[in-house]
Structure formats: C-alpha cells, structure tokens
C-alpha cells in the first residue's frame, strides 16, 4: 500500500484492496490442487499430532468459525490418518446363560462377527431339524420305552402283589373318592360290623393285624410311586441329555473348530452347546405354520422363531476383513443414544420387554478403533449426551443406559449389558466461545480434550498466499463439480475475500462464503454458457446477494432520501455532525449515517450522554462519551474547574447504540458548540478518540464508507463529500466499485485522520492551532474559540456562585 | 311321536373320578367311531359300607393315612366328583366332536351298569383299585359274536401302539363243566395287570359283569 498521509483524500489507486494479483494462469483448470489448507498449519500440526498420539485423554477440540473448513480438515486429515491403522475387531452381544439380564459383549477380529453369527444361524437351522430327528427316531423311542416300561412294570409288580396279598389276607383295598379304602372282606362282600363282632377275638385280631399290615404296605407302595416317577423322569432326562448332546456336538463341531483359537467366542459357544443340551425340548416346539409354509422345512429359517432368539448373535459392530483401515465417523445427531447406543424395548400384552437382540450400537461403538467427530454444540445440546460422552472417555469403555432409566423414569424390565473397552480419538467441532467456555467452566474437559486445532479466519496477503488462494479455489471447484474459474474470476473473489475479512491485506479463509458465490457465478456460467467462470459472473453474484439481503437498506436510504431521517449532505450547522454507524441484521450489513448533536451552557463539568441516560447507550459506548470528557478537561483550561454542561445524542435513534467508532463525532459537535464554528455537513466521522486526541481504528469501516456515499449519490455528489476515517482503518478499505468510481472521478472523498485537531481542521475549514509558548491557542483558531468559551463559562460560574458583594463564592 | 332308533353308546361307568378320568380318552376315541358317549358315576355301596366296617381306614394317594371314613363326607366327595366327571366329559366329548351325556347312579357298579347298557353298547370300566400306562390290549376270544370287537381292539392297539394279545377259552355248552371253565377264564383274566385294556363279549362267555369287575385288575371294555 502507498504511504498514506492524513487530512488528505486518499487516492483511490493506491487502496491496497484494488491491486490484486496478476495470475499467470488462464483459469483454475490448469492449478494443482492442494492437498492441504493454507494458512491452518498449527492447526493441521494439532490434528495430526491427534490422530497420531496412541494415549487416551489426547482427544481434539477443532475450534474455528463456520466455513473455515476445520471439519472438512479434520474429516480428511483423519481419514489419512486412519488408513494406517489396523481395522478394529468386531463386537458382537450374545446371550448370558447363567444371568440374561448381563448380555455378553465378545470381541472377534474383523469379518468375524458376521461369520459367527451365520455359523450360529446354521446350527440352530441343523438342530431344528435333526434334534426332532433324534427324538422320533426308533432308537430313541425304544430306549425311552424300556426305561418307561421297566419302572411301570416295577409299580404294577408291587402293586398287583399287594392286592394279592390283601385278597389272600382276607382284606379288601378299594378306591373311594377319598383314596384307597381298606377295609376286611368276608367273600367278595366288606365284613359287616355284627359280621366282625360275633368272630371269635382271636380271629378278630388276625383280621386287625392283617388290615393293619395291608394299610402298612399299601402306604409304602403308594410313597414309592413319586420317588419311582422320580428316577424314571431322571432316566429319561439322561437318555434325552445323552441324545441331544451327540446331535449338538455334531451339528456344532464345525463352528467349534472354527473359532478354536479365540478364547472368549469358544467360551460360549461352550456355554451356548450346554445349553442347547439342557434345553433340547426347545428344538420339539412345533409349528403349524413353519410346517406348513411354502418353503420346505429344510430350508426355513428356524433361528427367527421365538424360542432360539436365545442363541441369536447380536452383531453390533462389523468389519469388512480387508477393510480401509480404521473407521472415521461422523455422528450428526449425537443424541444419548445415537452416541452410546441403545437397547429397544417392544410391547407385550402391554408391558414393555427386551433382550439382549434389542441392543443396537451408537456412533461409539461404530467409531471404536477410529475417530469419531461431534460437532460440539450439538453435543452439548442433546440431553444427557455430553456427560455419557465424557463417561466413556474416562472409564475407557462403552455402558449403555438409557435415560429413562437415568432419571428412573422407567420401571420395567432392563439390561445392564457387558461394557465394551473403548479405544478411540474424539474430535469435537466447534466455536472458540464454545472452547473457552468449556476450559472454563468445565473441569472434565481440559483434561479429556488434551489437544486443540485452532483454525485462522485469516491470512495474510502475499504473492505466495495469493498463489494459494488460487489453488484453493481451484481445489474446491474441483470437488464441488463446478466450472474453473478465469484468472479474473479468481481476482475479484480474491477482493471479496479480503472485504470479507474486513481488511485489504488479509483475504478471508472462511470457503464457506466464497463458495456460495461460486455455486452462484457457476449457475450464471452455465446460463450465459460459459466455459469458466469470469469476473462478471463473480460481481453478478456477489451484488445480487447484496439486493437479495438489501431491502433495509433500501428502506434505510429511502427514510434519508424522504427527510424522514434528518441528514444533511451539504451546508453547514454548528453543533451538528454526521457520524456513521452499521446495522447488522441477519446475513444483512449495512452502514448508516446518523445526525450527532451536541448543546452546551454553563454548569459543572458534566457531559450528558443522552443515550446512556435514556439506557439506550452501551457500555463502550458510554465509555467513549466519558473518554471524550477526558479529553475536553485536559485539553481545555487546566487550571480552572470545569465549567461546563453538554448534552450529546444520536437523533431519530430508537434503538440501541453501542461501540465508541462514534466518539470522534461526538467530540468534533461538542467542540463545533463550544467555538461556535459551523461544521461541514458534506462530511460524515467515524472513529473512535482517546483522551490524548489521537483518533483510534474502528470496525465496519467500508460499510460506513457506503452508506454515506449511498446518500450523498441520492442526492447528487457534489465533489465536496467524504467521509472522515482513521488512519489506522485505511488499511482495511475495500470499497464496491461504485465508490471507488466516484473517487476516481473526484466526486467522493475518504480523508484519512490522525487526530482531533486534523478532523475539527477539516469539518470547520479552520485551524484547530497548537498552544504556543506563551500558554495559549492562536487567536481565533478552534481551539482558542473553545477554551474562551469554558473560560466564559467557568467565569460565569464563578461569578454565580460569588453570590452577593463580599461573600465568598459557593463550591 | 315316534321312538327315536336306538343308537349305539359307550358308556363309561367307574366309582371315582381317578377311574373315569383314566379311562376317558380311551372311551372318547371309542366313541368318536359313531356312538354317542355317556359317564355314569355310581355311589358304590361296597365304597359307602367302608364308613360302617369295623376298622376300616383311607389311605390318601399320597401313601399317608387318612384316618377312618365317615359317610356324609363320602356322600358329598362322590357329588363333587361327580360334578368334575361331568365336566370333563363335556370337554373331551366336545374335542372329540361326540355326544355326550352323564348320570349319576346309586348302589353296585357292576348292576348299574347293566341297567344302563342296552344291546350294542359297550361298557368301559376300570376294575381294581390300581391304573397303570396301558401296555397291552387283550381281546377275550371267548364267546365272541360281535365282529367289530375285534375290529375295535385291534384299531386300539394300533392307535396305542401297543400290543394286541388275544386268549381263548371253552365256548359255554350249559353244562356243569361250564362253571368250571367260567372259573378258569375268571383265574386267566384276573392275572391281567392293570396295565392292559381287555375287550371280551361277556353274554356268551358264562361270565357275569359283577364277578368280571371283582377278579380282574385292569380296564375292561365289554359288549353288553
């Protein structure tokens, strides 16, 4: 940038922002693409250190604003990183045979799962055909019978033998509805009572004796049947045991034999094969339906049915075998349970139920091994999320809970699944507030989110960079399918960038933006059926988005042009000066004139801030206001009190205002009051000043450019209009081409300034005058105005508060 | 009014609910060939003089004493039982879609049961104190006249699966010899367990109903 000197007009061709750069290229077509992001190394360095670092707790916080790129990085950046990684095991949930409400998590190398589960599937399909097979077969069913005859042989021996006994014995055993009678028989009739009593005693006591041995041995016979149906259940148990275990030996020494190296998959397949012999009888359950269906038996998929569901391989994470390495994954909507996981419940007879078949991965599961990356807010966001997320990093492992079941909202019938050890690198997103306020306020997370990728909103304007910048937007063309972009088309994007970044010597990183001009200028391409896209289609799209997002302005600048705002453009008015403020509503950024004025008279040395006093000033704002008064009390009359009342104020503002850039114009209407010197209304201030009278850099400083520019053209430029600025905002001037046009033709002025003295110069036409040796301004300069004005005032005061002749003033 | 042609019955006759529910299945698969299938529970007066004999005693099915019998609780055991028979028959007949009908009948098994049959019926009665699985089914080869007996025992014991035995003995002629043989058949049927279902045609064989029930130890299905 040329040397720029202030209280003069700044010559439109040395704005840093104009020159842009002269491409070699003809479009982006003929650029390499980048394999990085420039100007993000430090924050490239932290992701890479991230995906490299093997300790735990070394997760990453990328933090940057939106468009930067920092997701796309951190998405390519670890999916290099990844592809040298090993592909993480395979993690299956299968059933807990000792205890079904703690299912069993196993761990196989990758593909494995699946292979396991179809080896499962097969076997049960194979005994749901062949333990049937068993049990009809004529070996099983003669084996059965033997053991049932053999016991029933045993009881109707004893029982027929006991009735013999009693018919020989004299003695009658009948069935009553009460149990067996026993009562002595005299032929085939019960011995009647007068029967018995006319038998000699002694015959009387053989018959009591032999009742009473009937009824001895009948009780035994009958104590005997239950522990005989006992042994004989027994026997039968082990002969179905016995059967049922070669069946499921046979049908499960292939899938045995398979998985005979890994510990924790042959332990139960141990467990599963025991409990298939125990519960051979589950395998019996027939079904109408199943044997009547349209596919053969043989080829019906018997493990879906009800009772083998204990037996399913619930495979949660799976691996392709020969997979890409590790995974990199991306959860969008990290709820509690799209995080953690989740266990389902289905409805039964209208009470909740599950299994462990119900139990479904989250993205932690998913992303174990790899990388997993959150955007943060959205994390933070979801109920519960957060905290479960901050519960795995530090217990190295996956629980999975639901809500519900957290805050006892549930009570129904629940799984406590195996936890499953975690390895993994987090990758959160976010904004820098969202970080510091995290470090901040939350103890966990310095110590869980150990590394963090900073990504630039900037970088600074080089011929290297510059070159970059080209390639990026080479790069991003390519990836998003749109036409290459002229050499001029990269320039003119170039000037939005650096306007974005609101600095002529910074361009913008934030692609986001540039991007949807590109799609734009692409889609004007295509219509005006151009190979690439130019400058034009770049400058098209840009000024429509501004007409798409400008109707405030529009009303803004009609309100002006109406005179229902009250801004003059021309003459002269003492007390009175145009400052320039920018209103950003939505995507919409827009500068502003707005009429400053100040009135003065004597009074205490207070300066009333009328929008602080209505509450309608900010704080900065009100800062700005006493700075101001700083400067009036150290510039102005050392030595005597303060003598003056002021009141300042934004007219026709309604809303809020708030930053100082404004305290500049408030000093210069104070003082045009105080000398009585009109200022120029061709001019509109920004700036802000400090207590020395340096005028300081302030924000949105072509936006306020244009605004005023925007009114002035309304209303005709006279050659005569400009706006004051910092010198020290000079640097970030990229105007639109239509001020620079005016600019160019002496029609419209930005005049950079140094101080105070420098802009009161020009607004007044009259010096403002340094104090001279002997302690005083030159006469009638500004400054020598002002100060005869507080000397007048703090004279008056003094002479009021004197009161009558001889008395001595009043403090 | 016209009389309504008499149709065949299986009738059912026992003295306890044990003994009727035992041989339910067997009396509904019987009836289930055409004939209507009627329970008859009778109030065994040789079970009801059991209260007046001298030292008579229950033992409960468990194996554990029951103390001595009193005839009200008898009486009001043989109505309850009576009311569950009937139930139950209601429930198999309506399974195995047959008629079905139920009676309760007072004094001797044997004699109510005769009343209660007509010609082509058949009685299904379970004799001796004791059941048993079925293991065999016996056909009484003596005195048999009616050709769908054999018919009927030999579908059982395919239907069973199990073995059909057939024993003979000496057709009657009238004479003193008869008894003799009446006797020896009498002696043959009672070594029968009460694991076998005997099928006999008793009308010819010089047998009656009652001696029948008081030898023999297993179920018996007899044509009236």
Redo the contacts between chains.
Sequence with gaps: MADVVSGRPLDSAALAGLNVADFAFASTAALEPLEDWPGQDRALEALRLAAAMPHAEFNLFVLGTPGSGRRSAARAVLTEAAQTRPVPRDWVYVANFDDPRRPVAIDLPAGQAVRLRGGVRKVVNDLATEIPAIFESEDYQTRRRAI??AH?ER??KA??EL?ERAQAKGV?????????????RHG??????EA??QLPEAERAA??AA?AGV?GE?????????QDMKAQRHEVEELNISMAREGVDAALAELIAAFAGQQKPLRHLCAMRQDMIDNAELFLIREDGAQAGAFPVATAKHYRKPQFQRYTVNVVVAHEPGGAGAPVVEENLPTLANLIGRIEYQSERGALVTNFTMIRAGALHRANGGFLILDARQVLAEPLAWDSLKRCLAGGRITIYSAGERFSLISTETLEPEPIPLDLRVVLVGDRLLYYMLVALDPDFARLFKLEADFGDQMPRSPESTGLFARLIATHVRAEGLRPVAAGGVARLLTESLRLSDDAERFTLNLAALSDILHEADHRAAEAGAEAIGPAEIEAAIDAADRRAGRLRELSQEAIGRATLLIDADGARVGQVNALSVLEIGKTRFGRPARVTARVRVGTGKVVDIEREAELGGPIHSKGVMILSGYLAGQYLPDLPMSLWASLVFEQSYGGIEGDSASAAELFALLSALSGLAIDQSFAVTGSVNQFGDVQAIGGVNEKVEGFFDVCAARGLTGRQGVLIPVSNVKHLVLRERVLDAMRANRFRVIPVATVDEGIALLTGRAAGARGGDGRFPADSVNALVEARLAAFAEARRRFGAGPAGTEPKP | MTDRPHRARIILGATTLADAAGALALATALAAEGSELHGLLVEDEEVLALCTAQGACIVAPAGRAGGTLDAGRLRRAFIGEAARFERLLAEAAGRAAVRASFSLGRGRLAASLAAAAGPGDLMIVAAGPFRAPVREVVLLSAGLSDPALPVLARATAERLRRPLRTIGGIPPSGGAADAAAAAGMLDTLGTLGPGAILFAELSRTGLSLEDVLRRTRCTCVLRA
């Design positions: 049932d005859e029933e009881n109707e029982m027929s009735a009658a055993i009948v069935r009553t509805p009460m149990g067996f009678g026993v009562a002595a085939d009739e019960i011995l009647q009572p018995y009593r018959i009591d009742m009824r009948l009780e035994a016979v009958l104590k005997a049947i239950p």
